[in-house]
């Protein structure tokens, strides 16, 4: 009877691992094009493609990624590099929040952090999409699949970058920014206030870099600044009610 218990368990396993992949299969097609211009951008600080794949592979975020990339260009330090990237993939904690209304009270630590370990945009979604309690070896599946994708996406990018001419290299890293710009330009067009907050980003950017008070401060330290600045005044000045953000949803 143990036996087949624990048999039925193993199939089960298999089955959820599989169809994780399965699942993961366009979202890695999606992170190998992406990540190609994070490659790019890894190249034009010095990266070697080794250093860009283990940086992707150990780091899946797009906006993370590039919050670090940037202060390494900026030559800013460890700290900074560490408070703009927690800035960035703050709204992975907001996620793992959600996901631990779907893990089973009895799965193990080592599987919650594990699965807590790759939680992305896309994988969150198809993840929490899942009916009744998550199997983790769902996300490992789709992790086997995204991750790499992702790593090798940004190494060939890399690798690409020292085979183009300049003038190509420097075309595609206007792709990186387009990407970006494809992430808020939809919310700015359907909310008037994040249009308004992305405009003001933009200038405050440009006024602190001229001003002799805000130049002594490095390029990184400003940007962490008038991030926390300006989302800080936002969600006081423009609270959303929950009603709202189910209308969103």
């Known amino acids: 009877m143990n036996t087949n218990f624990y048999s039925l368990r193993t199939v089960s396993n298999r089955s959820a691992f599989l169809r994780g992949m399965q699942d993961a299969i366009p979202i890695g097609l999606g992170y190998l094009a992406v990540s190609f211009s994070l490659g790019i951008a890894a190249r034009n600080i010095g ?42 993939n703050a709204r ?10 779907r893990v089973s009270p009895d799965m193990s630590i080592p599987h919650r952090m ?47 970058g020292n085979l183009m001419p300049e003038r190509m290299v420097s075309a595609f890293s206007v792709a990186l920014f387009g990407m970006f710009l494809a992430i808020i330009i939809p919310p700015a067009r359907a909310d008037k206030v994040v249009g308004a907050l992305v405009g003001i980003s933009f200038l405050a950017s440009a006024v602190t870099s001229w001003l002799p008070l805000f130049a002594r401060i490095s390029g990184g330290m400003r940007t962490i600044i008038l991030t926390a600045a300006i989302s800080a005044a936002a969600a006081v000045l423009f609270p959303r009610e929950p009603e709202e953000e189910e209308k969103g949803q």
């Open 114 to 160: 594990l699965v807590a370990f790759d939680i992305t945009d896309e994988l969150f979604g198809i993840a929490i999409a899942r009916p009744g309690y998550l199997n983790p070896n769902y996300t490992y599946g789709a992790v086997v699949v995204a991750a790499p994708s992702w790593a090798i996406g940004t190494a060939i990018g890399c690798i690409a």
């Open 92 to 101: 992975y904690l907001l996620m793992s929040c959600a996901m631990s209304q």
């Open 47 to 88: 990266l070697s493609p080794v250093q860009s794949f283990f940086m992707s592979l150990l780091n899946n975020a797009s906006a993370g990624e590039y919050a670090g990339l940037t202060m390494i260009a900026a030559e800013g330090t460890y700290l900074e590099m560490a408070m703009i990237t927690l800035i960035a």
